[in-house]
């Protein structure tokens, strides 16, 4: 089940220390001098706290300069960030603003070529080949995950299929006539079409899947393994965002114990999101990324607001490079309820382990007399359980106890019949947040 | 007689029993008996239909998660403690009824029910010997 362990560019991947604290001190010396001449706001950042590339000697002094912040970025809009003139830029990306305007990104035609290494690179470290029939089923746009994927898959040779989000009859069809190896998606669109290859009749033996590649969304090792077993293929998770070009910032490789971070293109920091201060290596906080080799929208000291830790010991895989904990818990998906923090990832491992339910899920908050409610929604599909009323019933409880175990809050559990979540072909909406929508 | 029972999780939202009666319906399924038993927030719909089959096919197409179980098919006398006298035999030699609803009847003078317990066979044969056409 498990591919063989491969390289994109081994001498990279599995440079030791001392050579990628050397590369990376000598990438961030040139990034300094060419912010400060190219960026206002970082030559006033820079100033700010009487740092000048001069100055700049060593890789410790990355910790005198400010943070860079999402707002940081909104307050530039569109290209007050960027240090290259609009001419050079080949290609613009944006992230879905769900207040506001979008984030957005441009690349240089340098950019892309290394855009596209660094995902050739985390496809190769999944288990990808040059044989491999790869159907993107990330929806094309904007958005970085789709054409991110679809660059880095082409430079490793695979055949890749655009066939992008959506139309999942023809999906599945397109995937057993072609002979898709590999699939692109985010984990809840994958799910959604094993559900309906189900329905038309077709079981994983009718389709060659055997690597998924599945992001832009959290996905809990519970939702990993149904994913496994439903499409009989082996999954890996992989790591980035816009402002980072976008996948290909970290990455599984197929032993599964952390993303490899390309440390000769980013300068991971883990940060307490509190105070700011600085963690050391196994203690989580928020990530921090520098870009080295970003042209055109550099970043330095780029607060991500995803939580995890950094482990830098060595892979049964032979990189050397720092791993990343799975993100599961982005610090904005954190929901506060009744004062509890609560990260929907916990929820979704409980439900996924309770056998009589789908691992279709929704989350609904509201509020009544200024109190905050939780309801889960779920779907029965253990039809035993209709013998008697006093099994859904205990289902309910069941469910409801298991939540307040993890949790510590009291939960609403509403049973639904299958299929009445709704289903989407990008990201599941699985929050609904209606708290100060309603009054009483 | 024993007859086959269709169950149906139904959840308490607009529409939901029209829209299975409706696959029946489009799948030409009669319905001969019918019971919902429901909480505020979820129901358990119980039907008895001509084709069992049938029905069971055409609701998990249709999304549905449904079950098929054997229940027993009792015809008992029209008139007052029919149902009573039939109940009460059943109580007697300690089998439990978890539920019981009307049926059609073709017959004048007679009336049917279905009733769910644990040992259709036994209760089947406690029945029959108390005269009952069960």
């Not at chain 1, 032993?255 to 971070?261: D, L, Q, S």
């Not at chain 1, 004062?339 to 009589?356: A, K």
């Not at chain 2, 529409?15 to 429901?38: F, H, K, W």
Request: proline residues 4%.
């Amino acid at each position: 089940m498990r591919p063989e362990v491969r390289f994109y560019q081994k001498e990279l991947e599995t440079m030791p220390r001392d050579q990628i604290r050397e590369l990376q001190l000598t990438k961030l010396k040139k990034l300094i001098a060419y912010v400060y001449e190219r960026v206002p706001f970082y030559k006033e950042r820079l100033d700010s706290v009487g740092m000048t590339p001069e100055k700049f000697k060593s890789l410790d002094d990355l910790k005198e300069i400010p943070y860079t912040t999402k707002e940081d970025i909104r307050d530039h809009y569109p290209f007050g960030l960027f240090a290259v003139p609009t001419g050079d830029l080949v290609r613009i990306h944006a992230s879905s603003g769900t207040t506001g305007k979008p984030t957005v990104v441009g690349y240089t035609k340098g950019d892309l070529d290394t855009w596209s290494d660094l995902v050739a690179r985390l496809a190769v470290a999944a288990g990808a080949t040059e044989q491999d029939i790869a159907q993107i089923c990330f929806g094309y746009g904007l958005f970085t995950g789709a054409l991110g994927l679809h660059y880095g898959l082409e430079k490793i040779g695979a055949t890749v299929i655009p066939a992008s989000s959506g139309n999942t009859e023809k999906q599945l069809m397109l995937m057993q006539d072609l002979g898709t190896s590999l699939i692109v998606a985010t984990p809840s669109y994958a799910l959604y079409m094993s559900e309906v290859a189900r329905d038309l009749g077709k079981t994983k033996d009718d389709f060659k899947i055997r690597l998924g590649l599945l992001g832009s969304e959290g996905c809990t090792p519970e939702m990993r393994e149904k994913l496994e077993e439903a499409w009989g293929m082996f999954v890996t998770d992989n790591y980035g965002m816009s402002e980072l070009f976008g996948p290909g910032v970290a990455g599984e490789c197929v032993f599964r114990c952390g993303h490899h971070i390309a440390e000769d293109h980013y300068i991971p920091e883990v940060i307490d999101p509190k105070t700011g201060e600085s963690l050391n290596e196994g203690e989580k906080g928020e990530l921090v990324f520098t870009t080295l080799s970003k042209e055109a929208f550099p970043l330095l000291r780029y607060r991500t607001r995803d939580l995890s830790t950094l482990d830098y010991s060595p892979c049964a895989c032979g990189r050397t490079m720092a791993r990343m904990a799975k993100v599961n818990d982005r610090a904005d998906n954190m929901l506060k309820i009744k004062g509890v923090n609560v990260f929907p990832s916990q929820i979704e491992s409980v439900l996924l382990t309770i056998e009589q339910i789908s691992p279709n899920y929704q989350i609904v908050l509201t509020s009544k007399n200024y109190m905050d409610q939780l309801e889960v929604r779920v779907e029965v599909i253990d039809s035993t359980l209709l013998e008697r009323f006093a099994e859904l019933e205990a289902l309910q409880q069941n469910v409801r106890h298991k939540l307040h175990t993890v949790l510590g809050i009291d939960a609403k559990v509403t049973l639904l019949s299958p299929r009445s979540i709704e289903r989407t072909a990008g990201k599941a909406k699985r929050i609904v947040d209606q708290r100060g929508k309603n009054t009483i | 007689m024993l007859v086959k029972q269709i169950s149906v999780f139904v959840e308490n939202a607009k529409g939901r029993l029209a829209e299975i009666t409706g696959v029946l319906a489009d799948s030409r399924v009669n319905i001969y008996a019918l019971s919902i038993a429901d909480t505020t927030q979820f129901g358990i719909l119980r039907i008895i239909v001509e084709d069992p089959d049938a029905a069971q096919n055409a609701l998990k197409e249709a999304g549905f998660t449904v079950s098929i179980t054997d229940v027993l098919s009792l015809e008992i006398d029209d008139r007052p403690g029919g149902l009573a006298r039939a109940l009460k035999t059943l109580s007697e030699n300690e089998i439990d009824v978890e539920y019981a609803y009307a049926y059609i009847s073709h017959t004048i003078d007679k009336a049917r029910v279905v009733v769910r317990v644990e040992d259709i066979a036994k209760a089947s044969e406690i029945l029959k010997a108390a005269g009952f056409s069960a």
